[in-house]
């Protein structure tokens, strides 16, 4: 049985004698570069554009030194530059890795220097020990593919804009309630036309600045729900169009819960459910809903979730483990969150949430990795 790379260690036997190791900084005009390279004394470091030619440079210098150059590592913190780089390094055969950036232990001084310089040296250090085959120096990210990337925009565009019309409504019932005005719901189709009949507790009509303002509102509103439907119909077709195999099939079977919808399973199998995590506590852990023990000689405690991972994946099965209550009655999992929250010795119904959330996690995974459904879900036809 094929075992799944944790990516806490490297599996690849590592030969330094024979092996280019370098280390890049990136920032938006340049590269600092670092390397341990084999017959050199001294470890290169010099900034330059990006461009890989400097790496074939320090090869050559340790081929004229007598070392043969056999493998050529390459490894980069996760940033704001995505994997772009790690796509292009690769198409130019070149070994590259992806640092966690959360994984790498650094100092607790309250001020500690902090440089570019410095940041290439630890990321260098402990990038060795990963290479070594130690565990506990710092963690690999697995590299999506362009298409892997991109089908996670549509329903992060859709959270950002459900988002932006929170942001407005608000902003319309804020205007409204200083001068005095309540009721009035700015999310409803008919707002526009009811607003010219709306009036101050003095009688007087809402001032004409105030009211232009309004009006922009509302026509941003509009604009903001068009968005959101040319999203979730480009969604549908693309589901019903698409493959019958792989994460499209994954978004089906997810989506035959009752109590889940296409919105939610497609955000589960885009960010977690379609990832290839080790065990259960690897999937649990990437959502961030594992806890954060804190122990110290005799002292015992807990400080809740760890709150590591995704966090938007962490929200939405939040919300979805309070919809499953109340979608799945009968379930083993209900069942199970009743009998601990029921009573007045009950556990906390919120802190138990969380518990529930992260079984319905490892249930759903398994569902779609297995095929095994959870105990007394009821399921219905993917209507997409």
Known sequence: MRQTDDLSKSITPFVQGNTLVAIIELSLSSWLVAGVVPGIARQPLKKLEPDEAELQRWRDEAVKSGCAIE?????????RDGFWLARWLRAHEIEVH???????????????????????????????????GERGHCGMVAVPTIEEEDAKRPHRERENLVGEKTRIVNRMKAALIRLGIRGFKPELRRAPLKLDGLRTPEGLPIPPNTLDEIRRDLARLAMVREQIDLIEQARLERITQGPKTGPNAMVRLVASIVGVGVETADMLVREVLSRDLRDRRAVARYAGLTGSPDESGSKRREKGLARAGNARVRRGLIQLAWRFLGFQKDSALTQWYRARTDGVKGASKTKMI???????????????????????????????
């Open 354 to 384: 969380v518990a529930l959330a992260r079984k319905l996690l490892i249930a759903l995974w398994r569902m779609v990795t297995t095929g095994e459904v959870p105990e007394g879900v009821r399921l219905r036809p993917v209507e997409v």
């Open 71 to 79: 493998r050529l590592v390459v490894a980069y913190e996760a940033g």
């Open 98 to 132: 992806v640092i966690h950036s959360t994984s790498v232990a650094v100092s607790r001084e309250h001020r500690r220097a902090k440089t570019d310089r410095l940041d290439t040296a630890m990321l260098l250090r402990v990038f060795m020990g990963w290479l070594r």
